[in-house]
Nanobody
Framework: QVQLVESGGGLVQAGGSLRLSCAAS????????MGWFRQAPGKEREFVAA????????NDADSVKGRFTISRDNAKNTVYLQMNSLKPEDTAVYYC??????????????????WGQGTQVTVSS
């Protein structure tokens, strides 16, 4: 069992940056693959970025490629999402997710076992 708590969301102007954090507790964090998803009002939850348990593999959606970077610090049981060059279309609730499965199908919601409550990111034009 794992509990995930996101933080770092807020209001930022287009072109600005935010750094989201996801703190994990309950079990050994280093053995979980981690992902970030986001959901805008009226839209389905979509994949943003993922990182393997060792941090050796990362993947991100085409919509954020070159702007967002996922990383993790296993000593702190925390995964991060550095978001740069933010656009209004990035506005959404951002969710952290964890999986015990091998690093595969990282962009599918069904691959993840645990989810945080989300943190709101709003990008103004």
């Amino acid at each position: 069992q794992v509990q995930l708590v996101e933080s770092g969301g807020g209001l930022v102007q287009a072109g600005g940056s935010l750094r989201l954090s996801c703190a994990a507790s309950g079990h050994t964090f280093s053995r979980y693959g981690m992902g970030w998803f986001r959901q805008a009002p009226g839209k389905e939850r979509e994949f943003v970025a993922a990182i393997s348990w060792s941090g050796g593999n990362t993947n991100d959606a085409d919509s954020v490629k070159g702007r967002f970077t996922i990383s993790r610090d296993n000593a702190k049981n925390t995964v991060y999402l550095q978001m740069n060059s933010l656009k209004p279309e990035d506005t959404a609730v951002y969710y952290c997710a964890a999986t015990r499965r091998p690093y595969s199908d990282y962009d599918r919601r069904r691959s993840y076992d645990y989810w945080g409550q989300g943190t709101q990111v709003t990008v103004s034009s």
